[in-house]
Protein backbone atom coordinates (compact mmCIF):
# COMPACT_ATOMS: atom_id res chain seq x y z
CA UNK A 1 0.00 0.00 0.00
CA UNK A 2 1.65 3.35 -1.14
CA UNK A 3 1.41 6.44 1.45
CA UNK A 4 -1.27 7.87 -0.73
CA UNK A 5 -3.54 4.27 -0.59
CA UNK A 6 -2.94 4.56 3.04
CA UNK A 7 -3.93 8.44 3.57
CA UNK A 8 -7.50 7.71 1.44
CA UNK A 9 -8.24 4.48 3.67
CA UNK A 10 -7.88 6.26 7.04
CA UNK A 11 -9.92 9.11 5.60
CA UNK A 12 -12.98 6.63 4.19
CA UNK A 13 -12.67 5.85 7.74
CA UNK A 14 -14.55 9.21 8.66
CA UNK A 15 -17.83 8.57 6.57
CA UNK A 16 -19.45 7.47 9.56
CA UNK A 17 -19.19 10.96 11.34
CA UNK A 18 -21.10 12.81 8.36
CA UNK A 19 -24.86 13.01 7.96
CA UNK A 20 -24.71 13.78 4.27
CA UNK A 21 -22.13 12.46 1.72
CA UNK A 22 -21.26 16.01 0.26
CA UNK A 23 -20.05 17.38 3.93
CA UNK A 24 -17.67 13.75 3.60
CA UNK A 25 -16.18 14.30 0.13
CA UNK A 26 -15.69 18.46 1.07
CA UNK A 27 -13.92 17.21 3.87
CA UNK A 28 -11.89 14.52 2.43
CA UNK A 29 -10.97 17.91 -0.17
CA UNK A 30 -9.61 19.80 2.87
CA UNK A 31 -8.03 17.02 4.14
CA UNK A 32 -6.44 16.40 1.24
CA UNK A 33 -5.27 19.95 1.05
CA UNK A 34 -3.82 20.63 3.74
CA UNK A 35 -1.36 18.40 3.19
CA UNK A 36 -0.99 19.88 -0.42
CA UNK A 37 -1.49 23.67 -0.26
CA UNK A 38 0.82 26.18 -0.56
CA UNK A 39 1.51 28.97 2.38
CA UNK A 40 -1.02 28.95 5.93
CA UNK A 41 -3.62 26.70 5.56
CA UNK A 42 -6.71 28.93 6.22
CA UNK A 43 -10.10 27.32 4.23
CA UNK A 44 -9.35 30.29 1.88
CA UNK A 45 -6.49 28.91 0.83
CA UNK A 46 -7.37 25.72 0.61
CA UNK A 47 -10.64 26.37 -1.70
CA UNK A 48 -8.14 28.47 -4.53
CA UNK A 49 -6.13 24.45 -4.15
CA UNK A 50 -8.79 22.83 -4.77
CA UNK A 51 -9.70 24.86 -7.46
CA UNK A 52 -12.56 27.62 -6.35
CA UNK A 53 -10.79 30.66 -6.56
CA UNK A 54 -13.27 32.21 -8.99
CA UNK A 55 -15.87 31.76 -6.14
CA UNK A 56 -17.04 32.36 -2.69
CA UNK A 57 -15.92 29.68 -0.97
CA UNK A 58 -19.28 29.67 1.22
CA UNK A 59 -19.78 26.05 1.50
CA UNK A 60 -16.37 25.28 2.32
CA UNK A 61 -16.84 27.96 5.61
CA UNK A 62 -19.91 26.00 6.47
CA UNK A 63 -18.24 22.84 6.68
CA UNK A 64 -16.90 24.10 10.10
CA UNK A 65 -19.24 26.96 11.35
CA UNK A 66 -22.51 24.92 10.29
CA UNK A 67 -20.96 21.52 11.00
CA UNK A 68 -23.02 19.22 12.60
CA UNK A 69 -19.96 16.33 13.05
CA UNK A 70 -17.95 16.10 15.97
CA UNK A 71 -14.01 16.19 15.95
CA UNK A 72 -13.51 13.07 18.37
CA UNK A 73 -15.82 11.20 15.53
CA UNK A 74 -12.84 11.66 13.15
CA UNK A 75 -10.26 10.50 15.53
CA UNK A 76 -11.48 7.11 16.90
CA UNK A 77 -11.36 5.63 14.01
CA UNK A 78 -7.63 6.02 13.33
CA UNK A 79 -7.37 5.39 17.47
CA UNK A 80 -9.04 2.48 16.51
CA UNK A 81 -6.65 1.70 13.68
CA UNK A 82 -3.71 2.69 16.05
CA UNK A 83 -4.74 0.41 19.14
CA UNK A 84 -3.91 -2.74 16.52
CA UNK A 85 -0.07 -1.86 16.87
CA UNK A 86 -0.36 -1.93 20.91
CA UNK A 87 -0.02 -5.19 22.24
CA UNK A 88 -0.43 -6.28 26.11
CA UNK A 89 -2.64 -4.76 28.51
CA UNK A 90 -1.45 -1.75 28.42
CA UNK A 91 -2.81 1.48 26.47
CA UNK A 92 -0.47 4.41 27.13
CA UNK A 93 -1.70 7.76 25.86
CA UNK A 94 0.39 10.98 26.46
CA UNK A 95 -0.90 14.34 26.85
CA UNK A 96 -0.16 18.29 27.30
CA UNK A 97 -1.68 21.55 26.60
CA UNK A 98 -0.63 23.68 23.64
CA UNK A 99 -1.32 27.56 22.32
CA UNK A 100 -1.43 28.28 18.78
CA UNK A 101 -0.98 32.04 18.06
CA UNK A 102 -3.29 34.40 16.23
CA UNK A 103 -3.09 37.34 15.34
CA UNK A 104 -7.18 38.77 14.82
CA UNK A 105 -8.55 40.49 17.98
CA UNK A 106 -12.29 39.16 17.40
CA UNK A 107 -11.66 35.42 17.99
CA UNK A 108 -13.72 34.87 20.96
CA UNK A 109 -12.28 32.19 22.38
CA UNK A 110 -8.34 34.02 21.96
CA UNK A 111 -7.00 35.08 25.37
CA UNK A 112 -3.76 35.95 26.59
CA UNK A 113 -1.30 33.33 27.99
CA UNK A 114 2.22 32.86 28.90
CA UNK A 115 4.46 32.03 26.00
CA UNK A 116 5.37 28.55 26.89
CA UNK A 117 8.66 29.58 24.46
CA UNK A 118 9.73 32.18 26.39
CA UNK A 119 12.90 32.47 28.31
CA UNK A 120 12.51 31.14 32.24
CA UNK A 121 13.80 34.51 33.43
CA UNK A 122 10.90 36.64 31.96
CA UNK A 123 7.18 35.49 31.57
CA UNK A 124 5.90 36.84 28.02
CA UNK A 125 1.92 37.24 26.68
CA UNK A 126 0.88 35.64 22.91
CA UNK A 127 -2.57 36.41 22.14
CA UNK A 128 -3.69 32.50 21.49
CA UNK A 129 -6.09 29.85 21.40
CA UNK A 130 -5.56 27.16 23.79
CA UNK A 131 -5.69 23.47 23.26
CA UNK A 132 -5.60 20.34 24.90
CA UNK A 133 -4.33 17.04 23.03
CA UNK A 134 -3.72 13.64 23.80
CA UNK A 135 -1.52 10.97 21.67
CA UNK A 136 -2.00 7.11 21.80
CA UNK A 137 1.72 5.64 22.54
CA UNK A 138 3.07 3.14 19.27
CA UNK A 139 5.57 0.75 21.25
CA UNK A 140 7.19 0.10 17.28
CA UNK A 141 10.42 -0.85 19.25
CA UNK A 142 8.44 -4.24 20.69
CA UNK A 143 8.62 -5.73 16.71
CA UNK A 144 12.06 -5.70 17.84
CA UNK A 145 13.84 -3.81 14.80
CA UNK A 146 14.98 -0.74 17.12
CA UNK A 147 12.33 1.83 15.35
CA UNK A 148 11.03 3.96 18.67
CA UNK A 149 7.77 4.58 19.83
CA UNK A 150 5.18 6.59 17.59
CA UNK A 151 3.10 8.29 19.37
CA UNK A 152 -0.63 9.07 16.77
CA UNK A 153 -3.18 12.12 17.70
CA UNK A 154 -6.22 10.87 18.78
CA UNK A 155 -7.59 14.26 20.66
CA UNK A 156 -7.49 18.07 19.65
CA UNK A 157 -9.64 20.01 22.47
CA UNK A 158 -10.49 23.52 22.74
CA UNK A 159 -10.26 25.00 26.60
CA UNK A 160 -10.37 28.50 26.86
CA UNK A 161 -10.05 30.03 29.53
CA UNK A 162 -12.61 32.26 31.28
CA UNK A 163 -12.28 35.64 30.05
CA UNK A 164 -11.62 38.13 33.19
CA UNK A 165 -13.91 41.12 33.83
CA UNK A 166 -12.47 44.08 33.37
CA UNK A 167 -11.11 47.00 35.88
CA UNK A 168 -14.94 48.51 35.92
CA UNK A 169 -16.52 44.77 36.18
CA UNK A 170 -19.10 44.77 38.73
CA UNK A 171 -18.61 42.63 42.21
CA UNK A 172 -20.86 39.78 40.69
CA UNK A 173 -19.42 39.92 37.10
CA UNK A 174 -15.85 38.72 39.47
CA UNK A 175 -18.17 36.74 41.95
CA UNK A 176 -19.16 34.55 38.68
CA UNK A 177 -15.86 34.70 37.30
CA UNK A 178 -14.16 33.11 40.51
CA UNK A 179 -16.94 30.19 40.42
CA UNK A 180 -16.02 29.76 36.50
CA UNK A 181 -12.57 29.67 36.90
CA UNK A 182 -12.80 26.93 39.30
CA UNK A 183 -15.23 25.18 37.19
CA UNK A 184 -14.27 25.28 34.08
CA UNK A 185 -10.37 25.16 34.00
CA UNK A 186 -7.86 23.03 32.20
CA UNK A 187 -7.72 20.16 34.60
CA UNK A 188 -11.41 19.87 34.68
CA UNK A 189 -11.47 19.32 31.64
CA UNK A 190 -8.69 16.75 31.33
CA UNK A 191 -10.73 14.74 33.46
CA UNK A 192 -13.57 15.30 31.66
CA UNK A 193 -12.13 13.95 28.52
CA UNK A 194 -10.00 11.07 29.98
CA UNK A 195 -13.19 10.12 30.97
CA UNK A 196 -14.87 10.04 27.80
CA UNK A 197 -11.30 8.56 26.23
CA UNK A 198 -12.11 5.46 28.60
CA UNK A 199 -15.61 5.18 27.61
CA UNK A 200 -14.33 4.97 23.66
CA UNK A 201 -11.74 2.30 24.47
CA UNK A 202 -14.51 0.62 26.09
CA UNK A 203 -16.73 0.83 23.03
CA UNK A 204 -14.16 -0.43 20.80
CA UNK A 205 -13.51 -3.54 22.92
CA UNK A 206 -11.37 -2.76 24.91
CA UNK A 207 -12.92 -2.89 28.64
CA UNK A 208 -10.04 -5.13 29.77
CA UNK A 209 -7.20 -3.41 29.02
CA UNK A 210 -5.64 -0.68 31.32
CA UNK A 211 -5.31 3.06 30.26
CA UNK A 212 -1.69 4.87 31.35
CA UNK A 213 -2.06 8.68 31.19
CA UNK A 214 1.51 10.25 30.61
CA UNK A 215 0.64 13.91 31.00
Known amino acids: MSLLQALVYLINLWRPAFCKEEAFARAKEHAIGGLCAFGRRTVTNLAIFL ?11 KLYSSRKWKPQDLFDPLFAEALKHVPGRYIVVAADDTKIRKTGKKILQCRWGADPMGPPFQTNLIW ?33 SVKKPGKKGSEEEWNVYRIQSKQVNLSTKFVEEVRHLRKALDDMGNVEKTLLMAV
Open 51 to 61: GRDKTVPSSDY
Open 128 to 160: SLRFLQFACVVPLYLKGNNTPARTIPIRFIDVP
